[in-house]
Nanobody, 124 residues
Framework: QVQLVESGGGLVQAGGSLRLSCAAS????????VGWFRQAPGKEREFVAG????????YYADSAKGRFTISRDNAKNTVYLQMNGLKPEDTAVHYC?????????????????WGQGTQVTVSS
């Protein structure tokens, strides 16, 4: 069983930065792939970034490439999402999710564990 808790969201001006954290409980968390998703009001949940259990493989949505960086520290059971150059369209609740096995990073149903989400609001 894995429990996930996100933190680090907040209100920031366009062009600013935030670092989201996803803290996990569970001894086997280091073996799970982790993804960050976001959901804006009235929109579907969308994939933002993902990282393999080893940290060596990272994946990004086109909207995140060049601006966001995902990383993990398995010793701390934590995955991070560094977000730079934030835009108003990044405003959403951001969720982290974990999966024992991934076939499609973009598909939310591939992930078996979800956090409660953290709000990111970017003002123009």
């Amino acid at each position: 069983q894995v429990q996930l808790v996100e933190s680090g969201g907040g209100l920031v001006q366009a062009g600013g930065s935030l670092r989201l954290s996803c803290a996990a409980s569970g001894r086997t968390f280091s073996l799970y792939a982790v993804g960050w998703f976001r959901q804006a009001p009235g929109k579907e949940r969308e994939f933002v970034a993902g990282v393999r259990w080893s940290g060596s493989g990272t994946y990004y949505a086109d909207s995140a490439k060049g601006r966001f960086t995902i990383s993990r520290d398995n010793a701390k059971n934590t995955v991070y999402l560094q977000m730079n150059g934030l835009k108003p369209e990044d405003t959403a609740v951001h969720y982290c999710a974990a999966a024992a096995a991934i076939t499609n990073w973009y598909r939310a149903r591939d992930y078996g564990y979800w956090g409660q989400g953290t709000q990111v609001t970017v003002s123009s």
